[in-house]
């Protein structure tokens, strides 16, 4: 059964005229549905600053479905949903300029602290940088694509709680050009820098490798024969300690996931994007865990 967006996607195509013109805008009707951005508090429904970032998405997504109307692909099995998320970035990415995102700012920096109102404004305002396209991605030649993006998302998640605890710090007078922009990739740009200085002192201090789960069992030469013991003891988990033991609000996190992806050779930078947990707290947690069970795996096996 086709949906309501893919009945009027086929309308467009074959209408002309006035008529396609109607299932366009019935089309940007649809997707502004679940478009979050613009939307006001309940404590200020009438906001002019979120009325014409409304406006503003409606004029550039109808731009940008009218554009890509004959692009469309009907016989594609993900075709609704790649045109709806193709029109809906180009739509954005003209939508949000820097003026609409440091109106956004500004509307943030004109309620108290902790007010609901701020609080709304701040959430408007990341969910706008980010999909506006225009975060930048400094340095990203000095390191391997894996560990970069490892790199980007954690310093761009430091740098949204900055923008978020420090927005009153933003001045619209100073800097280049007195983009808002501006002023977050300047601290994007250092954030990195920060974030690859910690995983260099991490890198200094040795990281938990299978030596560590190999030791547990027993000292000397004859640990390594007793690998698979240790990888299928955990597996099995017959009391259950090992799946419960986990890194604080991430359950999958456990001390048994990570062990059995690092007995399967995965990569620690692997496995933080797996969780989205920073490598020093990863490797931490697993190295804490180690000593605590090494009693037991020495008793058991």
């Known amino acids: 059964m086709e949906s309501e967006l893919e009945q009027i996607l086929h309308q467009a195509q074959q209408a002309t005229g006035e008529r396609r013109a109607e299932a366009l805008a019935a089309i940007v009707r649809v997707l502004m549905r679940s478009q979050l951005l613009g939307r006001p508090s309940k404590d200020e429904p009438q906001n002019p600053v979120y009325q014409a970032l409304r406006d503003r998405l409606q004029t550039h997504l109808l731009a940008a479905a009218t554009a890509a109307i004959d692009r469309y692909q009907r016989d594609r099995g993900d075709a609704v949903s790649a045109w709806s998320a193709a029109v809906q970035a180009t739509g954005l990415r003209e939508a949000l300029t820097d003026d609409q995102l440091k109106q956004l700012a500004l509307e943030a920096q004109r309620h108290p602290t902790r007010s609901p109102q701020r609080q709304h404004a701040l959430t408007q305002l990341i969910e706008a940088i980010r999909r506006s396209g225009r975060l930048a991605r400094p340095h990203r030649t000095k390191f391997a694509p894996a560990f970069y993006d490892l790199l ?150």
């Open 152 to 301: 980007y998302e954690e310093a761009l998640n430091q740098t949204l709680t900055y923008v978020c605890r420090k927005i009153d710090n933003y001045d619209p007078e100073r800097g280049t050009a007195q983009k808002f922009m501006n002023w977050v990739n300047f601290r994007l740009d250092r954030q990195i820098i920060e974030c690859r200085r910690e995983f260099n002192e991490q890198d200094a201090q040795e990281l938990p490798n299978l030596n560590d789960l190999e030791a547990i069992a027993t000292p000397g030469p004859e640990a390594a024969s007793l690998a698979h013991e240790v990888r299928d003891y955990i597996a099995a988990d017959p009391d259950g300690l090992f799946q419960t033991t986990h890194i604080r609000h991430h359950p999958k996190a456990s001390f048994q996931a990570i062990a059995l992806a690092r007995f399967a050779d995965r990569s620690w930078e692997d496995i933080a994007r797996e969780f989205a947990i920073k490598i020093p707290t990863l490797s931490s947690f697993f190295q804490r865990c180690c000593d605590k069970f090494a009693p037991q795996f020495q008793r058991l096996l």
